[in-house]
Nanobody, 129 residues
Framework: QVQLVESGGGLVQPGGSLRLSCLAT????????MAWFRQAPGKDREFVAA??????????YYGDSVKGRFTVSRDTGKNTMYLQMNNLKPEDTAVYYC????????????????????WGRGTQVTVSS
């Protein structure tokens, strides 16, 4: 059973940066397809970014609202996925969740929460002055 633990959230001013981490246990990240989602109060869970395994590396995908500002990456030595968030905006405020699947979804399915069977508990990101 894969367990995912997020960390790195906090309070940051608009224009600032944060890096979120997602540590996976009981499975190497190289065997997983992984993603970040977020959910703001009163809103649906939103796709943020995904890292899809491909050969010895991977391919990355982003939601429209974060393209050019967020970067997803993976460190197999630390068994961790990261989300580097730059130029943060108040509308980025949400609980951020890490998700994984050991399946092999096509890329277009990565933006749907139902694709992933394992989830972390989330980490709060608040962007405010």
């Amino acid at each position: 059973q894969v367990q995912l633990v997020e960390s790195g959230g906090g309070l940051v001013q608009p224009g600032g940066s944060l890096r979120l981490s997602c540590l996976a246990t009981d499975s190497p990240v190289s065997a997983l397809n992984m993603a970040w989602f977020r959910q703001a109060p009163g809103k649906d869970r939103e796709f943020v970014a995904a890292f899809r395994r491909s050969g010895g590396g991977g391919m990355t995908y982003y939601g429209d609202s974060v393209k050019g500002r967020f970067t997803v990456s993976r460190d197999t030595g630390k068994n961790t996925m990261y989300l580097q968030m730059n130029n943060l905006k108040p509308e980025d405020t949400a609980v951020y969740y890490c998700a994984s699947t050991s399946g092999s979804p096509i890329s277009s399915r990565l933006r749907y929460a139902s694709t992933f069977e394992h989830w972390g508990r989330g980490t709060q990101v608040t962007v405010s002055s």
